[in-house]
T-cell receptor, first 115, second 116 residues
Framework: SQQGEEDPQALSIQEGENATMNCSYK?????LQWYRQNSGRGLVHLIL?????REKHSGRLRVTLDTSKKSSSLLITASRAADTASYFCATDAFLTQGGSEKLVFGKGTKLTVNP | NAGVTQTPKFRVLKTGQSMTLLCAQDMNHEYMYWYRQDPGMGLRLIHY???????AKGEVPDGYNVSRLKKQNFLLGLESAAPSQTSVYFCASSELKPTGPNQPQHFGDGTRLSIL
C-alpha cells in the first residue's frame, strides 16, 4: 500500500521558474526523504527531513514538513532543463523483523523543465 | 567507487524460465533491498536484507527468492518467470547509523526484464 502520494502527477514549467511538488502520507513517520530519477536511471537521494524538523535546504532545493497535516513539499528554485526528472517522496514504515524499517515510495511527480 | 552495480542491465525471458539478478555494493552497507518499478505504480519492495545471511519479505515477495551469502552481494531469483514479472528491477543499499536504520538509499541503474 502506498504511504506517500505526490501531487501533481506531472508538472511542466519554463527554465528559471520555480517548481513545487507535494507529498501526503498516512501514518506517523520518523523521517521523509525525497529522491530524483532521471529517465532510464536509478533513484538518487536528494534530501532527508526528520519528523522534528520543519524546513531543510540543500542548494536550490527547499523541503518543508508539516506533521500535523501529514504533508511535505519540495521546492526547486530557478529550475534548469537538467532538473527534468521524476521526483519521489519516501516515508519510513515499521516492519516486524528486529525493529528495522523500510521506505515506502510514492508514485512520483514527473517534472519537465522547458529551455 | 562504483556504488551499487546491477547485472544484467537487460534480459528477455520466456515464460517458465528461471534467472538470477545480481546486485553488488562496495560501500560496506548493512541493508540491501530489491524493488520493482512498474508504470503508474511507483517502487514496490520485493525482499530486503538487514545483514549478511539474513533476508525478509517486502510488499510483493511472491514468485521471487533472495540470498545474501556475502555482505556486498544480494541476489534476486525468479524460479519460473511469468509475464506479470515484466518490470524494471532496482537494487538499493543503505548503511546502519546510530540515528537508526532508515538512512538514504543508494540505487543501482536497474535491470529491465521482459517475460514473453
Amino acid at each position: 500500500s502506498q504511504q506517500g502520494e505526490e501531487d501533481p502527477q506531472a508538472l511542466s514549467i519554463q527554465e528559471g521558474e520555480n517548481a513545487t511538488m507535494n507529498c501526503s502520507y498516512k501514518t506517523s513517520i520518523n523521517n521523509l526523504q525525497w529522491y530524483r530519477q532521471n529517465s532510464g536511471r536509478g533513484l538518487v537521494h536528494l534530501i532527508l527531513i526528520r519528523s522534528n524538523e520543519r524546513e531543510k535546504h540543500s542548494g536550490r532545493l527547499r523541503v518543508t514538513l508539516d506533521t500535523s497535516k501529514k504533508s511535505s513539499s519540495l521546492l526547486i528554485t530557478a529550475s534548469r532543463a537538467a532538473d527534468t526528472a521524476s521526483y519521489f517522496c519516501a516515508t519510513d514504515a515499521f516492519l516486524t523483523q528486529g525493529g528495522s524499517e523500510k521506505l515506502v515510495f510514492g508514485k512520483g511527480t514527473k517534472l519537465t523543465v522547458n529551455p | 567507487n562504483a556504488g551499487v552495480t546491477q547485472t544484467p542491465k537487460f534480459r528477455v525471458l520466456k515464460t517458465g524460465q528461471s534467472m538470477t539478478l545480481l546486485c553488488a555494493q562496495d560501500m560496506n552497507h548493512e541493508y540491501m533491498y530489491w524493488y520493482r518499478q512498474d508504470p503508474g505504480m511507483g517502487l514496490r519492495l520485493i525482499h530486503y536484507s538487514v545483514g549478511e545471511g539474513t533476508t525478509a519479505k517486502g510488499e510483493v515477495p511472491d514468485g521471487y527468492n533472495v540470498s545474501r551469502l556475502k555482505k556486498q552481494n544480494f541476489l534476486l531469483g525468479l524460479e519460473s518467470a511469468a509475464p506479470s514479472q515484466t518490470s524494471v528491477y532496482f537494487c538499493a543499499s543503505s548503511e546502519l547509523k546510530p540515528t537508526g536504520p532508515n538512512q538514504p538509499q543508494h540505487f543501482g541503474d536497474g535491470t529491465r526484464l521482459s517475460i514473453l
